[in-house]
């Protein structure tokens, strides 16, 4: 895999901009390819889970795509006779695409299911450089069900105003309420925690 050989071929030694928020002691999901958390920040392998696969080495296996499910795209592209072959064979080619490039979500949740049932004393979720796309939600839908959402308080990071709105309507459709989230950029998201003690109290974190 081309994407394994050069993720493992990163050379992080010489990376000074580290977070120093970032705990040895927490519990990690992290999407990340590379061991960034192991190797800069010295959090036990234990206490990181790699949802989509390491590179641990230039052969490693990776998850990668998207989470339309190739089943509604063959339906999409079903034979029309009226059609310019042209046409029907590019289709052809993409309903390939998405079927090679599929990111079975239900089936990694399912296989990792003990990592996710053991979040159920989790009380703070910190989501740091992550778009929550669409592509994703079924992973933080599964931590929503993990956690008491009564008392879990969610830190996000944003880049841009915009990328925060979208976040927001994000965490709504997850069933998150408003005052149990702060948002703030990614090197500022440890200024959370001096608000986090007044949550149930007022909303402080829009």
Partial sequence: ?????????IDLSNYNKK?????PDSR??????TQTLQSLYAVPDENVFHIHGKSENPNSSLILGHGDNPIRQEK??????????????????IAEYF????KPTDR????????????NEIDKVIVLGHSMSDVDMSYFKRIVQSVNLKNTVWQISYFSESDKIRLQHQLKKLGIKA????YAKIEHIDECNRLIHHHKQQNLFN
């Fill in 108 to 119: 990694i949740i399912s296989d990792n299911r003990d990592f996710f049932a053991a979040l």
């Fill in 19 to 23: 977070l120093h928020f970032i705990s």
């Fill in 76 to 93: 999409l592209n079903r034979y029309d006779a009226d059609k310019d072959i042209r046409i029907l064979q590019g289709e052809q080619s």
């Fill in 179 to 182: 005052d149990m989230v702060c």
């Fill in 28 to 33: 990690y999901l992290t999407f990340n390819y």
């Fill in 99 to 102: 079927k090679l490039s599929y």
């Fill in 1 to 9: 895999c081309k994407l394994s050989e050069w993720i493992f071929e």
